[in-house]
């Protein structure tokens, strides 16, 4: 049985089962709804927990399994976890994870509760994991996107007696909230909690917030191709600065820049070619948020366009490699500014024109 991060409340409140799964790549709202079945496993008297962590192939599951059937001389009920770190049990694991879930059944006295990374499709679709799906509770945690992450924000100062003041303004603060911790959710999580030290229950000023909340955002590749195919501006400068000041290497910021381009000369090429817009992203490998980005941009995008962009990306590829290229900056982060920007301005909803307006700028200009 599949249920939401957000139903898990009610559903504990209603009873206990003897097997959950939980999965996704968000470590603060793993935690948390792992130490909420904790607890309502501890308040029905399993005291006693232990923990196995699958380190590698030779992990010895005859403990896990044995764990599982047994009980403690100091304690009626036990909770038993099993963390696998990689998502991917092995041949030996598979088989073990089935049995487990199978003897879980009736076992009133054990809760067995097991923690993996975010899995994709063809591993969800595995046997040990239908065994755990389809035998126990199973609940998926997917991150908070950053379009979410000011109302994410807003609910927790709320949970602790704190808020932001209505419309615009508070709008505002909590946009700048959230540009400050993206990314970084467990970072985030201790931001608020430190905005409950600093000032008591009630509203919260914008100067409050801003003297208060760490730049504490990380960034990676793949949120920067979402907010340039998006056309967000401001975010995308703010991303580029915070991958160069990581470290993070300009080839392969370069490489994702680079691949959402030639994806949309190649669907633009199929749809000029008479193929049916979802066909064409479906050969591209595109889907989920960009699938919605792709088909928002595409419209706005000519030939022309995507043929200059992928020009300026091939030029981009040299001087990030250390090659030269006239008309363009030496220093190869300043170029993969230039790069993305221009694709940002060809993927935004062009604003609305007013009489006497200038034209828009050169693409690459």
Not at 16 to 43: F, N, S, V, W
Not at 125 to 139: P, Q, R, Y
Not at 225 to 232: M, N, P, R, T
Not at 270 to 296: C, D, H, I, T, Y
Request: hydrophobic share 45%.
């Amino acid at each position: 049985m599949q249920i939401a991060p957000a139903q898990l409340s009610q559903h504990l409140q209603r009873g206990l089962k003897p097997l959950y799964t939980l999965h996704g790549d968000e470590p603060l709202l793993i935690q948390e709804a792992a130490d909420a079945i904790r607890a309502a496993a501890r308040a029905q008297g399993h005291t006693e927990r232990t923990v196995h962590t699958v380190a590698g192939a030779h992990f010895d599951w005859s403990e896990v399994l044995a764990a599982g059937g047994s009980l403690s001389l100091f304690a009626d009920k036990q909770i038993v976890e099993v963390h696998i770190p990689s998502g991917k049990p092995g041949k030996e694991g598979s088989a073990a994870l089935q049995q487990l879930a199978s003897q879980s059944q009736g076992a009133e006295s054990t809760l067995t509760l097991v923690l993996l990374p975010r899995l994709d499709k063809a591993t969800r679709s595995g046997a040990w994991f239908a065994a755990l799906e389809s035998l126990g509770v199973t609940l998926q945690v997917e991150p908070v996107e950053r379009g979410a992450l000011p109302a994410w924000i807003a609910q927790r100062l709320q949970a602790q007696g704190q808020r932001v003041a209505a419309g615009e303004a508070g709008q505002r603060t909590l946009q700048f909230f959230a540009d400050r911790v993206e990314g970084n959710l467990l970072a985030a999580h201790q931001e608020i909690q430190k905005l409950a030290l600093l000032y008591p229950q009630g509203e919260l000023d914008f100067g409050q917030i801003e003297r208060a909340v760490l730049n504490v955002a990380r960034y990676d590749v793949f949120k920067l191709s979402e907010a340039v195919l998006g056309g967000q501006t401001a975010r995308v400068l703010r991303m580029l600065d915070g991958l160069q000041a990581e470290g993070e290497a300009e080839v392969l910021v370069h490489y994702t820049l680079a691949e959402d381009i030639r994806a949309l000369k190649r669907v633009k090429d199929a749809l000029q070619a008479g193929r049916p817009l979802p066909m064409a992203l479906r050969e591209q490998r595109v889907w989920g948020l960009k699938e919605r980005l792709f088909e928002r941009a595409l419209p706005r995008l000519g030939t022309t366009t995507l043929d200059n962009l992928l020009y300026a990306a091939h030029q981009v590829d040299g001087i990030v490699k250390g090659l030269k290229q006239s008309d363009w900056p030496l220093d190869p982060w300043q170029a993969l500014q230039r790069l993305a920007l221009a694709l940002c301005r060809a993927c935004a909803v062009p604003l609305a024109k007013t009489p006497g307006a200038p034209a828009r700028a050169r693409i690459l200009a």
